[in-house]
């Protein structure tokens, strides 16, 4: 089993749409985790930390679920400029997921 | 403050030479690496250092050397280029390894024929 796994997609969401990801991990000792948004033949730029009690910045908000090892990532309304890779990384092994591929449709 | 750059954007290299990709970064920070990134993968550690003079292998380091002599640079050398090396790679910072924003250069897109 790869250690943090992310369905690659792609989605393909109207604008005003709500989408979800989730990215799952193996180790359950990894402590840290993160949002990256990587945009086409671009480097990955952090998005948002991902903590125990989740937390929420603007339209997009993030939650840890320990018990059943994954994360999420939630976007509200999306925007055409929200079109782009969304890697998740799961520290303990500085892991990166192979990122899950987001369109919005106008 | 110029972040991490990296040189050179695009490197074309045939079967068997060797080039070093330069990263450096101005941020004063301890954590750089470096992670190649193929179609449709996510980023896979090559080699990692966590201060001057200290370097560890990630999880692909074949075919890769790197040195870190001081805190601002962190070259990667590859010893004789495979097709299999045709990747994009980049170099990335950070205070720490596991509590802290990375921070990435713009990658380098390498090809090997």
């Known amino acids: 089993r790869k250690e943090v796994e992310q369905d690659p997609g792609p989605f393909n969401v109207p604008e005003g749409a709500t989408v979800a990801f989730n990215c799952t991990y193996s180790?359950?000792?990894?402590?840290?985790f993160f949002w990256y948004r990587q945009d086409c033949r671009k480097e990955p730029k952090l998005l948002m930390s991902?903590?125990?009690s989740g937390n929420e910045d603007g339209r997009f908000t993030a939650q840890l679920n320990r018990a059943s090892q994954y994360i999420s990532l939630l976007i509200r309304d999306s925007k055409l400029s929200d079109s782009a890779t969304y890697l998740c990384?799961?520290?303990?092994?500085?892991?990166f997921g192979s990122g899950t591929r987001l369109q919005v449709q106008p | 403050n110029a972040g991490v750059t990296q040189t050179p954007k695009f490197q074309v290299l045939k079967t068997g030479q060797s080039m070093t990709l330069q990263c450096a970064q101005d941020?004063?920070?301890?954590?750089m690496s470096w992670y190649r990134q193929d179609p449709g993968m996510g980023l896979r550690l090559i080699h990692y250092?966590?201060?001057?003079?200290?370097?560890d292998q990630g999880e692909v380091p074949n075919g890769y050397n790197v040195s870190r002599s001081t805190t601002e640079d962190f070259p990667l050398r590859l010893l004789s280029a495979a097709p299999s090396q045709t990747s994009v790679y980049f170099c990335?910072?950070?205070?720490?390894?596991?509590?802290?924003?990375?921070?990435f250069g713009p990658g380098t897109r390498l090809t090997v024929t």
């Open positions: 990335a910072s950070s205070y720490s390894p596991g509590e802290s924003e990375q921070y």
């Open positions: 180790n359950s000792a990894s402590q840290s």
């Open positions: 991902v903590y125990s």
């Open positions: 990384v799961v520290i303990g092994a500085l892991t």
């Open positions: 941020m004063n920070h301890e954590y």
């Open positions: 250092s966590v201060g001057a003079g200290i370097t």
